[in-house]
């Protein structure tokens, strides 16, 4: 079946600092792709729809210039997280569908993001 | 705006009972309706996906059932084992939309 492998898995950094997550299909082609965040015993939250070869669109109240997307192929989109602050730390998935067709979404392992 | 529910926030049961699941959500203009299972610390396992024309769902031990005009699906889980333990969450696709919304899960627990 498809695969969404997300990298790290976990991650702990300083504040300021900037963290990079990585969200690849391994097996399919997506034009799309997904980034969903998760606080504790809370639902997952859209951040943000990330098209290939396009800007990300941000749903409202999600700061472009704070989780920086880049889609730069159809099996890689990037996740970047600026000048992290300790309200930052979730726990962030991606997802992604193969391109055409009313396939599922399939969603990566996550990333656990910690900032001290 | 959609808000996904689901009911029980937790539930422990005992090895081999038969479980429902719940969901209802406040805007029938949706397109599918996908049940995940999610292990601590875990990305999303999809289990099942039921489009808007369709009532139901099966795989396995699973059974998905949705009802549009209601707003409500249920995911029914037969003679349960300690593996399934997990949380479940629903999620709907808006209609016209790829953007999934989510409830904030139920947290199963099956004792053996």
């Known amino acids: 079946g498809a695969v969404v492998s997300q990298h790290p898995s976990w991650v702990i950094c300083k504040s300021g600092t900037s963290v990079k997550i990585e969200c690849r299909s391994l097996?399919?082609?997506?034009?799309?792709m997904f980034w969903y965040r998760q606080f504790p015993k809370q639902s997952l939250m859209l951040m943000a729809t990330?098209?290939?070869?396009?800007?990300?669109?941000?749903e409202q109240g999600v700061e472009k210039d704070k989780f920086l997307i880049n889609h730069a192929s159809l099996t890689l989109s990037t996740l970047t997280v600026t000048s992290a602050h300790p309200e930052d730390s979730s726990f962030y998935i991606c997802?992604?569908?193969?391109?055409?067709?009313?396939?599922?979404?399939?969603f990566g392992n996550g990333t656990r993001l910690t900032v001290t | 705006k959609q808000e996904v529910t689901q009911i029980p926030a937790a539930l422990s049961v005992p090895e081999g009972e038969n479980l429902v699941l719940n969901c209802s959500f406040t805007?029938?203009?949706?397109?599918?309706l996908q049940w995940f299972r999610q292990d601590p610390g875990k990305g999303l396992t999809s289990l099942l996906l039921?489009?808007?024309?369709?009532r139901e769902q099966t795989s396995g031990r699973l059974n998905a059932s949705l009802d549009k005009s209601s707003g409500r699906s249920t995911l029914y889980i037969a003679a349960s084992q300690p593996g399934d333990s997990a949380t479940y969450l629903c999620?709907?696709?808006?209609?016209?939309?790829?953007?999934?919304?989510f409830g904030k899960g139920t947290k199963l627990t099956v004792n053996p």
């Open positions: 997802s992604a569908r193969e391109t055409g067709g009313h396939s599922p979404l399939h």
């Open positions: 097996d399919f082609q997506a034009t799309t």
């Open positions: 990330s098209n290939e070869g396009s800007k990300a669109t941000y």
């Open positions: 805007d029938s203009a949706i397109y599918n």
């Open positions: 039921i489009q808007s024309s369709q």
């Open positions: 999620a709907v696709y808006q209609g016209g939309s790829e953007k999934l919304v």
